[in-house]
């Protein structure tokens, strides 16, 4: 928490240590205002998490209803048919939370640094992307990556997709249907989440710190590594989780851009829960996904060092 | 030239150049999107140029069930930005300006939606409804937007009210406004940009929300499950039509904002 309201040095008599001692009648009212959205919470977003986790240890089938038999065997039969998808999912959120940073850092440091009176036209065009719906925007990528057109073209005269080629990324002369294409559609997805973030943390670094670096002879490159990077670091670890989490559970990019060998997670569970109808196996699998990118976010947070990210 | 000055400056054009490049990366969709709204398809998918044409822009709803699904989606949109609004203003007001028990649950609880892959929420959130038998449509899609729409307000109006100064308010009290007064005369005003913020961003997640929908719509079709259908079936033009308006009209909206925001800005400081 960062509303962490210094503590008096007066003794808290009555620990209170609000500037006026609220009457007895007032001590309800934040209880009050919190009611309504915390049960909503608590009944749409707690309970539903209580009843997955009921469903993913039934057995039964739609005909004869599931019932609750612990069977957690549920869990370890779906870890092994699907960790391919499990391991490619993380793979590509990792990959395309990576790329978002390289690609995304220069855009939110030319807006805070650089842009000077264009700065809020550029980050219009940051957000104004945002308002074509983002399934429309997906497809486009299905034109942008079309066999035979323009980018693979360029792609392939400068020989780049014989080499990503033989990394496995693409396969033969396309991009569609790889998980090149997958990736690049999570990281045009996800980027402006990236973006947002780390301009916020860049644009309150005070600008007389670069001149005080570059007066000490620091070099570019250096009051980069040693002042600005390290500086905006709360960005960069709220921006790489909210690219990383939306991607791992995505299973858009993944179906409009990818083939069956790109398959993510998200898939598997969507078509588990609304083709297939095997509720347990969904619910265990949905309940692992929840589990590893809780995981991971608690360790990268605690790596972090920045625990006040609320 | 100093080597040094050299490659400060190489260094400032690199960054403005990456810089570029990203935004022309992110705006490219955007483009072909809009340069297809203008295409005649040969076939039912309208990925590949085949001649210019104004038919779709000529009737936008021409294409079957498209302008429902669109009316549908504002519709709950508007629904879930009212409500998850003022839940989440209420939830932000308490948490800044009261100190209570509970406090550490009540931040988690609003911070867990945020990090947690859609997915999850959607699946278990349709487990819910499938226990209750609850009939899936219209009320459980507007269910899961206010409830993912709420964390987010929390955020944006939580963070206007932490850097409002409660002085201004102790000093309307002193002045002898009543508690109501106080909040309507001078609370709710400073907060407004974080309501409004938060509102807007309601709007923006839930118009768009495909992945808690596509759980819990059951057989109803909001926009975005519309072009999901048709990335199966056949894409109609008019989606690259729709999609541009709501590009061009957000744009000029936040142009106009700026311009006002900018031109009151001005006055303030001229007076």
């Not at chain 1, 808290?12 to 007895?24: D, H, I, L």
């Not at chain 1, 009648?25 to 309970?47: A, D, E, Q, S």
């Not at chain 2, 072909?32 to 398809?41: G, H, R, Y």
């Not at chain 2, 964390?151 to 100064?165: E, I, N, P, T």
């Amino acid at each position: 928490m960062t509303a962490t309201a210094a503590r008096p040095a007066a003794p808290p008599a009555a620990g209170e240590p609000k500037p006026r001692p609220a009457p007895r009648r007032k001590r309800l009212v934040p209880y009050w205002l919190l009611l309504p959205g915390i049960l909503w919470l608590i009944i749409f977003f707690v309970v539903p998490l209580v009843y997955q986790a009921s469903t993913s240890v039934q057995t039964g089938s739609l005909e004869n209803s599931f019932r609750v038999t612990w069977h957690v065997q549920t869990y370890w039969d779906v870890l092994q048919q699907y960790y391919p998808q499990f391991l490619r999912s993380l793979l590509y959120a990792a990959v395309a939370t990576l790329l978002c940073l390289v690609v995304g850092y220069p855009l939110a440091y030319l807006i805070a640094f650089r842009a000077g009176r264009h700065r809020n036209i550029l980050l219009v065009l940051v957000i104004a992307p945002f308002f074509t719906s983002f399934l429309i925007r997906t497809l486009a990528w299905k034109t942008i990556l079309a066999d035979g057109g323009p980018v693979v073209h360029a792609l392939n005269a400068l020989h780049v997709l014989d080499l990503t080629d033989v990394l496995g990324w693409t396969s033969g002369d396309r991009l569609l249907a790889t998980p090149l294409a997958v990736v690049t559609g999570l990281t045009y997805n996800f980027l402006p989440f990236m973006i947002l973030p780390l301009y916020t943390s860049l644009e309150r670094i005070d600008h007389r710190l670069h001149e005080a670096a570059g007066d000490l002879y620091a070099t570019p490159w250096t009051t980069f590594r040693k002042v600005t990077f390290p500086m905006s670091l709360p960005g960069v670890v709220s921006g790489t989780l909210l690219t990383f989490i939306p991607s791992s559970g995505d299973y858009v990019n993944a179906q409009l851009l990818g083939s069956a060998d790109t398959k993510m997670i998200g898939s598997v569970i969507q078509s588990q829960f609304l083709t297939v109808l095997d509720y347990p196996a969904a619910a265990a699998l949905s309940f692992i996904l929840m589990a590893v990118v809780l995981f991971v976010v608690s360790y990268y947070i605690r790596r972090a060092g920045t625990e006040e990210l609320l | 030239m100093n080597p040094l000055t050299a490659l400060r400056r190489a260094r400032r054009h690199l960054v403005v150049i990456a810089g570029l490049l990203t935004l022309a990366y992110m705006i490219l969709p955007n483009v072909v999107v809009m340069v297809f709204s203008f295409n005649k398809p040969t076939g039912r998918f309208n990925y590949s140029w085949n001649h210019f044409s104004l038919d779709a822009w000529k009737s936008p709803c021409g294409a079957a069930g498209l302008c429902g699904s669109l009316g549908l989606s504002l519709q709950i949109a508007v629904y879930a930005t009212i409500g998850a609004t003022v839940l989440g203003t209420m939830i932000a007001f308490a948490l800044v300006r009261y100190r209570f028990h509970g406090r550490g649950p009540v931040n988690s609880l609003i911070f867990l939606p945020m990090a947690m892959p859609e997915v999850v929420m959607a699946a278990s959130l349709l487990t819910l409804f499938l226990n209750l038998g609850a009939q899936l449509g219209f009320w459980t899609i507007l269910i899961a937007h206010i409830m993912f729409c709420l964390s987010f307000v929390v955020v944006a109006v939580k963070a206007r009210v932490m850097s409002m100064d409660p002085r201004l308010e102790e000093a309307a009290r002193d002045l002898y406004a009543g508690p109501v007064q106080t909040f309507l005369r001078v609370t709710l005003p400073i907060a407004a940009p974080g309501i409004a913020a938060g509102a807007l961003l309601s709007f923006a997640l839930s118009f768009d929300d495909f992945i808690i929908t596509n759980f819990n719509a059951g057989s109803t079709v909001t926009f975005p499950m519309f072009v999901w259908g048709s990335a199966q079936r056949g894409t109609p033009v008019q989606i690259n039509v729709i999609g541009t308006a709501m590009f061009v009209i957000a744009v000029l909206i936040v142009v106009a904002g700026q311009l006002v925001s900018g031109r009151r800005a001005r006055a303030g400081s001229a007076s």
